[in-house]
C-alpha cells in the first residue's frame, strides 16, 4: 500500500520563472520531510484539459500515483476570461515499503490570450532529455495555433475518441507523420482484437457485423476491413461493443474493465507509432 505526501504553493498572475522557483523550493521541502533527494520523473506528462474535464483528470492522475513518476503539467485553458497565468504547484511523494519515488504537478490556468501559446509554457517546464506525452481531453481543435503546437511538442499524443462530438478521423490522420498518436477508444477494444484474431482464418469469409459505442465500434469495424483487406458493414450503435459472425453473436471477452488511470498509463509505456491504429483510423474515416 502506497504512502503519500505533499507539498503545494499557489500562485495569481505567475511567470514561469517564479513557478520554476515555487518548485525548487517545494522540492528543498519534501526533502526535508524524507522524500528523494533527486528527482525520479521518467518523462513530462502535459494534459490539456478544459474546465469540464478536469475533475475527471485529476481522478485519473489519482489513480496513476506511483506508477509513472514524472512531472505533470495541467493546462486549464479559460480564453474568456482576462489575460493572465495562474499556477497550483504540488510536489507528491509516494512511499512503498523502503523506495520512495516523487511526481510534481503544476497546474496552470490559461486566462485569455495565453491559451494561443502553451508550447512557451510547457517547454521551460519540460524536463530535459525525457520524453513528452501529451494528453488531449475533448475534441482537438484540429489546425488551431494550441493543437499544432502541443502536437509539435509531444513525442506521443494520446486522445480518447470517444470523448468527440464528431469522429474527426480524418483530420486526426494528418498527425500521424508529426508523432506518435494513442487513442484509449482504440486501447478499450484491445481484448476484442484479440478474440477475433484467435478466429483466424475462419473469420476471412464470414460475414462480420459490429454494433457498439460509436468510436470503438467505427475502429473495430477499421481494424477488421484493414487486417481482413475486404468491406465490413457500417457499424451499427450499441452501449457495449457487439459482434456477429455469419448470424451468431460472439461471447464477449471476460477481461475485466480497466479503469482510465490503467489505460492512460499503459499509453505512456511506449513511444512507437502504432501502424495497425493508423490502418483502422484511415478505413474509419
Known amino acids: 500500500m502506497a504512502r503519500s505526501s505533499a507539498v503545494e504553493w499557489t500562485g495569481i498572475d505567475v511567470s514561469i520563472a517564479e513557478i520554476e522557483a515555487r518548485l525548487a523550493e517545494l522540492r528543498a521541502e519534501q526533502a526535508e520531510l524524507g522524500a528523494p533527494s533527486q528527482r525520479t520523473s521518467v518523462m513530462t506528462h502535459v494534459a490539456w484539459v478544459p474546465p469540464a474535464w478536469l475533475d475527471q483528470a485529476a481522478r485519473t492522475l489519482e489513480g496513476m500515483a506511483e506508477r509513472h513518476p514524472s512531472r505533470t503539467v495541467l493546462l486549464v485553458p479559460k480564453p474568456d476570461e482576462e489575460n493572465g497565468l495562474d499556477a497550483d504547484v504540488s510536489v507528491r511523494c509516494f512511499s512503498v515499503g523502503e523506495s520512495a519515488v516523487a511526481s510534481e504537478v ?6 485569455g490570450n495565453r491559451v494561443l501559446a502553451p508550447a512557451s509554457l510547457v517547454l521551460p517546464l519540460a524536463i530535459s532529455d525525457l520524453p513528452v506525452f501529451v494528453r488531449w481531453r475533448g475534441q482537438p481543435p484540429f489546425g488551431a495555433t494550441e493543437w499544432e503546437q502541443l502536437v509539435e511538442l ?47 482464418p475462419a473469420i476471412k469469409t464470414q460475414d462480420i457485423a459490429v454494433r457498439g459505442p460509436r468510436a470503438e465500434a467505427a475502429l473495430l469495424r477499421g481494424w477488421l ?61
Not at 106 to 111: A, K, M, Y
Not at 154 to 178: C, G, H, N, P
Not at 268 to 282: N, T
Open 106 to 111: 503544476i497546474e496552470l490556468t490559461l486566462r
Open 154 to 200: 509531444a513525442d506521443r499524443v494520446i486522445v480518447d475518441s470517444s470523448e468527440w462530438e464528431e469522429l474527426r478521423y480524418r483530420e486526426l490522420s494528418e498527425t500521424f507523420e508529426r508523432t506518435a498518436m494513442s487513442d484509449i477508444a482504440w486501447a478499450r477494444i484491445g481484448d476484442w482484437r484479440v478474440e477475433l484474431a484467435d478466429r483466424w
Open 225 to 285: 476491413a484493414s487486417r481482413l483487406r475486404r468491406n465490413i458493414h457500417a457499424p451499427g450503435l450499441a452501449g457495449e461493443i457487439e459482434v456477429r459472425l455469419d448470424g451468431e453473436q460472439v461471447a464477449a471477452p471476460r477481461d475485466e474493465p480497466r479503469t482510465p488511470s490503467d489505460l492512460l498509463s499503459a499509453e505512456l509505456d511506449s513511444l512507437a507509432r502504432d501502424h495497425i491504429y493508423e490502418q483502422a483510423v484511415a478505413i474509419a474515416s
